[in-house]
C-alpha cells in the first residue's frame, strides 16, 4: 500500500511515531499543523528512526474547513490523531473546541466530497466511561455519567460521536481507543512525566489503576485497521491492565532507581485533594497536579483487548515497552 495518508497532531506524541514509521515504509504523508506549532518533538522523535525525510507540511488546523478540505483531496486514508489531553480546569473551553468541534469539522469535510477518505479516528479508554473497580470494559461498554468521568473523557466521548455519526452517514474507517501510551517523546509531558518523576526519587504512588499500551503498538494497530476489511468498529488498544505502583516500578527497575514505596492514601490523599481543588482556580497549570488527575488516579479501571486480539494482533508486554522507553529517553538526552 503506497496511497498518500494525511495524519492530523503529527507533532503530537502518536502523530509524530506514525508519520516517521509511514515515511520510513515509502508512503507519502501529508502531515496537518498549525503554522506556528513547534516540531522539535516531530524532529526528536525522528531520532529514533534514523529518519531524515520530511512528510509535506500542511499549514491549517481543525478548525480551518479550507486547509482540512484542500488537504483531504489529496489522499485516500485520514489518520485523525489530533487532540487535547488536559486535566485542567482552565482548559475545558479548549478540550471541548479541539476534541468535539474539531473531529465534527473533520467529519463534516470529508463527507463533502465525492470520494471520502477512510478516517481513523484516535480516540480513548476514556470515552469508554468509568464504572467499579471489579467491571471490566470493553469496546460494548455503555457510556454512563459518572463523577469518574474527567472533562477530557466527556469530550472524547462526544468527538467519538461525530465520528460515529460520519460513519452512519456513508465514512468508511473506524476508531483506536488506546490507554495511556508509553514511549519516548519530549521526557516531560505526558506520560513521560512517569520516567521523569522516578528520576528525581519519586517517593510515593497514586492507589489506583489503568491500562497501558506503548506508542508503537498503537502504530502498528492503526495500520492493521487501514489494511483490514474491518469497518465502523472500535478497538481498544491496551497491552495491560496494571497498579500505578506495579507501571512506576516497572519503571524505576529500567532506569535503575528505587520505585516509590508509599501510596497516596488517607489524610494526605484527602489533603492534597482537598488543597488543589482550592487552589487550581487560582494557580491553574502552575500546580503539578490537577483536582482531576487526583481524583481519577485512586480508582482502577479494568480493559478488555481481545477485540484486538481477535484481528491476530498480538501486544508487546509493557515490561518491553517500559525498557525501550527508558533507554530512548537516556539516548535523546545526551
Known amino acids: 500500500m503506497n496511497d498518500p495518508v494525511l495524519v492530523t497532531g503529527a507533532t503530537g506524541l502518536l502523530g509524530a511515531h506514525l508519520v516517521h514509521d509511514l515515511l520510513q515504509s515509502g508512503r507519502p504523508v501529508l502531515a496537518l499543523r498549525r503554522a506556528s506549532s513547534s516540531t522539535a518533538l516531530f524532529n526528536r522523535i525522528g531520532k529514533l528512526y534514523n529518519n531524515t525525510t520530511e512528510p509535506v ?21 485520514v489518520f485523525h490523531c489530533a487532540g487535547l489531553i488536559s486535566f485542567f480546569r482552565e482548559d475545558r473551553e479548549a478540550l471541548y473546541e479541539t ?9 463534516n469535510v470529508l463527507l463533502s466530497l465525492p470520494e471520502p477518505p477512510a478516517l481513523f479516528h484516535v480516540s480513548s479508554i476514556a470515552s469508554l466511561g468509568r464504572n467499579s473497580d471489579s467491571e471490566w470494559i470493553s469496546e460494548k461498554s455503555e457510556w454512563t ?8 473523557a466527556i469530550t472524547k466521548h462526544l468527538g467519538e460521536m461525530e465520528v460515529w455519526r460520519g460513519f452512519e452517514e456513508g465514512l468508511r474507517g ?3 481507543n488506546p490507554g495511556i501510551i508509553l514511549g519516548a517523546g519530549d521526557g516531560y509531558s505526558g506520560s513521560n512525566v512517569f520516567f521523569r518523576e522516578i528520576q528525581r526519587g519519586l517517593k510515593f504512588h ?4 489503568n491500562g497501558f499500551v506503548s506508542v508503537e503498538d498503537c502504530v502498528r494497530l492503526l495500520l492493521l485497521l487501514e489494511s483490514s476489511s474491518v469497518q465502523h468498529s ?14 512506576l516500578t516497572l519503571i524505576a527497575t529500567a532506569m535503575d532507581k528505587k520505585p516509590p514505596s508509599r501510596a497516596l492514601t488517607g489524610l494526605s490523599y484527602r489533603s492534597i485533594r482537598f488543597l488543589t481543588r482550592l487552589l487550581e482556580p487560582f494557580l491553574g497549570k502552575k500546580l503539578p497536579l490537577s483536582y482531576e488527575n487526583l481524583r481519577v488516579s485512586s480508582h482502577t479501571s479494568f480493559y478488555d483487548n481481545s477485540a484486538a486480539r481477535s484481528l491476530g494482533f498480538d501486544f508487546e508486554p509493557i515490561r518491553v515497552s517500559v525498557e525501550r522507553t527508558a533507554a530512548q529517553l537516556a539516548a535523546l538526552s545526551h
Open 57 to 77: 507540511w500542511v499549514n491549517g488546523s481543525l478548525d480551518d474547513d479550507e486547509s482540512l478540505l484542500e488537504a483531504a483531496k489529496q489522499v485516500k486514508t
Open 234 to 247: 472500535r478497538f481498544i488498544a491496551v497491552s495491560e491492565n496494571l497498579s500505578y505502583k506495579e507501571l
Open 145 to 152: 455519567d459518572s463523577p469518574l468521568n474527567t472533562r477530557y
Open 174 to 176: 473506524a476508531i483506536l
Open 99 to 107: 476534541n468535539v468541534l474539531g473531529t465534527a469539522r473533520l467529519v
Open 206 to 209: 497514586p492507589q489506583g489503576g
